[in-house]
Structure formats: structure tokens, C-alpha cells
């Protein structure tokens, strides 16, 4: 727990949590660590890994197929986004027993990496060495050579993994979290927040859907942490 120093503010001491999140466009990891300024605030240095999605993103199964599986229609990249922030938490209320509750206040900023993984799906095909059989085959996504109709479903994620391409923006996250826990130094964490992130290259995500510069979302997260 914070510490109080003879000028009546508590000093915070330093920690760090890990926690899984879902939001308004995409779920994710993150982690936060923080460290003692002054007087109620803390430096806070933020890692954030998490999937983005187009909100007109829509999953289908092709019922004219035996063994169909779900894929997401016309959707021919998914995109991942890795934060690397920094920035300030703000300790509004200590958590003084185990009865209580810890409430900060925190927004941090930086640089963002966007992996881009192309989609393949498992496509029916005649076979060449038998024009009588299908067989099933992975292809990269393109709505305009690719018949809906032979779609199979979504290929094994880690097809096409050699094909990640790479950009890069800016993250903003800011939001309020609520501690508690039955030890002094370990706690479990509810964080409910906002988050915007810019693209300038507009990765593309749904076929002839217009790419979005800037993705924005609300999300809650659930983490275990630890005091120093």
C-alpha cells in the first residue's frame, strides 16, 4: 500500500499488473507498471497488445458446403496493434484495509506498431490430377477471384504467417481502475477506459470498404497485480 509523507499526501509505491481486455473493436493483453513521482502521481510506462477490428465486419458460414466453418465475409487482413506508452496515474483513493478499495486515474501516450496478417481460407478446388475430385486447398483472400461458394472456412491461423506486413501510428489510452485484494503488496484490478489509435497508411481490413486512419473504442480489463 501507498505511504503517507508529512505533507498529508500519500506517495505511491511502485507496481506492476497484467491483465487480459475486451473492448468496442477488437481483445487484447496489457501491461502497466508504475513508478513513485510525487505527492499522488505516478510515472506509468504501458504495454498494450490488441486486435482491431472494422465494426461492418460480418461472419458467415457457407451452408451449400459439407463441414463448413466461419469466416468473417470479404475481410482480407486482420490487424494487431502493439502500444508502447508512456505517461501518468494519478492515486485518488487508497486502499488502507482489505475491505477497501484502491481507486487511480491514469492516460498515457506513444508510439503504436500495427502487425498486418493477411486471411487465408480453405477453398474447395478440382483436383488436377483427378478433374473428378475436390480437394481443399489454402488461398489468400481476394473476393474477386475467389467464389463464395467454394469456401470451405477460415485456413489454420498460422498459414500465411511469413506474409505479416508492418506500419506503424500513435496510441492515446486513458481510463479509471479499481484495486482490491485480501494482501497489502497483491490485488486484483477492474479498469474500464477509452483508447484511440492513428494509422496515417489506413490498413486495409474488409475488400472495398474505405480504410480508417483513426480506430477508436471503449474496453474493461480484468488484472492481477503487485506492489513493490
Same mark, same amino acid.
Given at each position: 500500500?501507498?505511504?503517507?509523507?508529512?505533507?498529508?499526501?500519500?506517495?505511491?509505491?511502485?507496481?506492476?499488473?497484467?491483465?487480459?481486455?475486451?473492448?468496442?473493436?477488437?481483445?487484447?493483453?496489457?501491461?502497466?507498471?508504475?513508478?513513485?513521482?510525487?505527492?499522488?502521481?505516478?510515472?506509468?510506462?504501458?504495454?498494450?497488445?490488441?486486435?482491431?477490428?472494422?465494426?461492418?465486419?460480418?461472419?458467415?458460414?457457407?451452408?451449400?458446403?459439407?463441414?463448413?466453418?466461419?469466416?468473417?465475409?470479404?475481410?482480407?487482413?486482420?490487424?494487431?496493434?502493439?502500444?508502447?506508452?508512456?505517461?501518468?496515474?494519478?492515486?485518488?483513493?487508497?486502499?488502507?484495509?482489505?475491505?477497501?478499495?484502491?481507486?487511480?486515474?491514469?492516460?498515457?501516450?506513444?508510439?503504436?506498431?500495427?502487425?498486418?496478417?493477411?486471411?487465408?481460407?480453405?477453398?474447395?478446388?478440382?483436383?488436377?490430377?483427378?478433374?473428378?475430385?475436390?480437394?481443399?486447398?489454402?488461398?489468400?483472400?481476394?473476393?474477386?477471384? +475467389? *467464389? $463464395?461458394? /467454394?469456401?470451405? #472456412?477460415?485456413? =489454420?491461423?498460422? &498459414? @500465411? +504467417? *511469413? $506474409?505479416? /506486413?508492418?506500419? #506503424?501510428?500513435? =496510441?492515446?489510452? &486513458? @481510463?479509471?481502475?479499481?484495486?482490491?485484494?485480501?494482501?497489502?503488496?497483491?490485488?486484483?484490478?477492474?479498469?474500464?477506459?477509452?483508447?484511440?489509435?492513428?494509422?496515417?497508411?489506413?490498413?486495409?481490413?474488409?475488400?472495398?470498404?474505405?480504410?480508417?486512419?483513426?480506430?477508436?473504442?471503449?474496453?474493461?480489463?480484468?488484472?492481477?497485480?503487485?506492489?513493490?
Amino acid at each position: 500500500m501507498a505511504q503517507e509523507n508529512n505533507t498529508g499526501f500519500y506517495i505511491p509505491e511502485e507496481s506492476i499488473k497484467f491483465g487480459i481486455k475486451a473492448s468496442t473493436n477488437g481483445t487484447g493483453l496489457f501491461f502497466r507498471t508504475t513508478f513513485p513521482f510525487k505527492n499522488n502521481l505516478s510515472k506509468a510506462l504501458d504495454i498494450d497488445l490488441t486486435s482491431l477490428k472494422n465494426p461492418k465486419e460480418k461472419q458467415i458460414i457457407n451452408n451449400r458446403i459439407g463441414n463448413p466453418k466461419p469466416f468473417t465475409y470479404n475481410k482480407i487482413n486482420r490487424l494487431y496493434n502493439l502500444r508502447l506508452m508512456g505517461g501518468l496515474h494519478y492515486l485518488f483513493a487508497e486502499r488502507n484495509s482489505k475491505n477497501s478499495i484502491n481507486i487511480g486515474f491514469f492516460a498515457v501516450a506513444g508510439p503504436n506498431l500495427g502487425i498486418i496478417k493477411p486471411i487465408f481460407l480453405d477453398v474447395n478446388e478440382i483436383d488436377p490430377n483427378n478433374p473428378n475430385n475436390f480437394i481443399i486447398v489454402a488461398r489468400r483472400y481476394n473476393p474477386e477471384i +475467389i *467464389n $463464395t461458394a /467454394n469456401i470451405v #472456412g477460415n485456413s =489454420s491461423y498460422f &498459414t @500465411g +504467417i *511469413n $506474409t505479416l /506486413n508492418f506500419t #506503424g501510428g500513435l =496510441s492515446f489510452k &486513458t @481510463g479509471a481502475e479499481f484495486n482490491w485484494g485480501n494482501y497489502g503488496s497483491e490485488y486484483k484490478s477492474i479498469e474500464v477506459g477509452f483508447t484511440l489509435d492513428w494509422m496515417p497508411s489506413k490498413p486495409s481490413l474488409i475488400h472495398k470498404i474505405e480504410n480508417k486512419t483513426l480506430y477508436s473504442g471503449f474496453y474493461i480489463s480484468f488484472a492481477l497485480g503487485k506492489n513493490k
